[in-house]
């Protein structure tokens, strides 16, 4: 009984990240209008301010949200990077305004998927 409870507080000090535990961040918020602009973004762990490499990001949504049109989306297609945390994409930005570019990813060890959204603003 007493092992049980020895065993028991052990596992109570354990801590597990949570998907709280990590932000997608623009590398720039300004993007260009126009057919295969490149998005960069980051995935960093808000603990230590470390960049996370080999995510894999399988839901990506690109639409503009801010300008009160959410049905308007375009296509997110990725591209490489060759900075371990940063991932590329590219995507065309039809009309010049606000753009929503909402990610979500698996990382290694995580049993819950990082979600994130980010702002941008394409301009000619």
């Given at each position: 009984?007493?092992?049980?409870?020895?065993?028991?507080a052990?596992?109570?000090?354990?801590?597990?990240a949570?998907?709280?535990d990590?932000e997608?961040q623009?590398?720039?918020t300004?993007?260009?209008?126009g057919?295969?602009?490149?998005?960069?973004v980051?995935?960093?762990?808000?603990?230590?301010?470390k960049l996370?490499p080999?995510?894999?990001?399988f839901t990506?949504?690109?639409d503009?949200?801010?300008?009160?049109?959410e049905?308007?989306?375009?296509?997110v297609?990725?591209?490489?990077?060759t900075e371990?945390?940063?991932?590329?994409?590219?995507?065309?930005?039809a009309m010049?305004g606000g753009?929503?570019?909402k990610l979500?990813?698996k990382v290694?060890g995580?049993?819950d998927t990082v979600?994130g959204e980010?702002?941008l603003k394409?301009?000619?």
């Amino acid at each position: 009984m007493l092992l049980a409870g020895i065993l028991v507080a052990g596992f109570a000090t354990v801590s597990f990240a949570a998907s709280q535990d990590y932000e997608f961040q623009p590398v720039s918020t300004d993007v260009k209008q126009g057919q295969g602009s490149l998005v960069l973004v980051r995935l960093v762990d808000k603990r230590t301010g470390k960049l996370v490499p080999d995510a894999v990001i399988f839901t990506t949504r690109m639409d503009m949200a801010p300008e009160g049109m959410e049905m308007m989306t375009t296509p997110v297609s990725a591209a490489s990077s060759t900075e371990p945390g940063v991932y590329a994409f590219k995507t065309d930005f039809a009309m010049a305004g606000g753009w929503r570019f909402k990610l979500a990813a698996k990382v290694q060890g995580e049993p819950d998927t990082v979600q994130g959204e980010l702002v941008l603003k394409a301009a000619p």
